[in-house]
């Protein structure tokens, strides 16, 4: 079967699209990946949607508007993945929208709202659309995050030692696959989240990001900062956990600065690397990996990605290239798969990853230009992901 995967993160800089070809041959999982695009949301779109994120208010008019604005822009994407990636051919777009806000209440989630109305892929490309992946999760007791714990764990499965994955986006997520027991998949706190705001704060938006970490590189850690941060209860929850820019955007680093003034921006930037790195690590730590595969916008950054390794002596770090997802990818690849499995009757959470009370069979499915046929339920689920490198 032929997926377009759709990703657009918490730090909403692009639409990733990725398509592959998976096949289920008893407990393995077969991916081929037919390539990637990312597609930068128009300059107004963008700036909408940063106007709606949390904590400004908004009204139902702007949420409409933001919903049709991202499905369309979604549906663009999936008509350039299947024009470029597929020539023209698939069976399945996966959308998991854009994140809008994930309620979280005393480390429980009782709501999460992605936008990006899938009518307006169905109409586009003909095809259907699972779409909405974590409400059903959550409706199971679940965080209905992190979703790329399934994925990860199907791709780590098998490998020496205790690995990992860490996706850098907005947010940092990881997930541990030791052998022999559940896996485990949270979220570690902010990435990119703080960085990002801080650039765009110091910049006045002229700048998204700290490009290659330049800024942090030439920026002195100031401890005091650093210690107050991490004095932020949510990295002492046990997983399952999950966060997002509810909890860290501009508001949270001013109201720190307020208390722990840094005059040099650089220094502020350098201090917000070092927390990503010694809160990854943290989490790393705590389970015993021996190895961690690295992927999101974050892996770009080598300074964030060297105090990483610094803060992990023994570890190995490496690109999830080498597992042959590109990092890039990762993610829409994985609400691929996720997509794949609700098609064929199979549940895409793990209950140990996101604390549900049972695995569920996720998302809505809207009908493409046919009447909607599912292939037969599969038999058995997938225990592995084998992902087949182009020769
Ligand atoms: N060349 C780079 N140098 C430094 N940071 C980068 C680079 N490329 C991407 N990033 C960071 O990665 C973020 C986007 O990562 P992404 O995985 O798309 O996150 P999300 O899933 O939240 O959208 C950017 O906002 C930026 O902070
Ligand atoms: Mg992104």
Known sequence: MRVIGLMSGTSYDAIEAAAADLTLEGETLRMRPLGRISVAYPDDLRAAIGAALPPAATSTEAVCALDTGIGQAFAGAAVRALA????????????????????????????????????????????????DLRARDIAAGGQGAPLVGMTDTLLLRG???????????????????????????????????????????????????????????????????????????????????????????????????????????????????????VTVADAVRAHGVTQLVVSGGGAHNPVLTGMIAEELPGVRLLPSDDLGVPSDAKEALAFAVLGFLTVHGLPGTLPSGTGARHPSLLGSITPGRLPLRLPEPAATAPRRLLVETPS
């Not at 959308?95 to 109305?117: F, I, K, N, P, Y």
């Not at 942090?216 to 941060?229: D, K, V």
Request: aromatic content about 6%; proline content about 8%.
């Open 84 to 131: 470029e990636l597929c020539g023209g051919d698939a069976d399945l777009v996966v959308s998991h929208g854009q994140t809008m806000h994930h309620w979280v209440r005393d480390g429980a989630v009782l709501g999460t709202l992605q936008l990006g109305q899938p009518a307006w892929i169905a109409e586009a490309t003909g095809l259907p659309v699972v779409s």
């Open 159 to 277: 490998l020496p030692g205790v690995p990992a994955a860490l996706n850098l986006g907005g947010i940092a997520n990881i997930t541990v696959a030791a052998p022999d027991t559940d896996p485990v998949a949270f979220d570690t706190g902010p990435a990119n989240a703080l960085l990002d705001a801080a650039v765009r704060h110091f910049t006045d938006g002229a700048r998204e990001y700290d490009e290659s970490g330049r800024g942090a590189a030439a920026g002195r850690e100031a401890p005091e900062l650093l210690r107050l941060l991490l004095d932020e209860p949510y990295y002492r929850l046990p997983a399952p956990k999950s966060t997002g820019k509810e909890l860290f955007h501009l508001p949270y680093l001013l109201r720190a600065l307020d208390a722990v003034p840094v005059a040099e921006p650089n220094d502020v930037l350098a201090t917000l690397t070092r927390l990503t790195a």
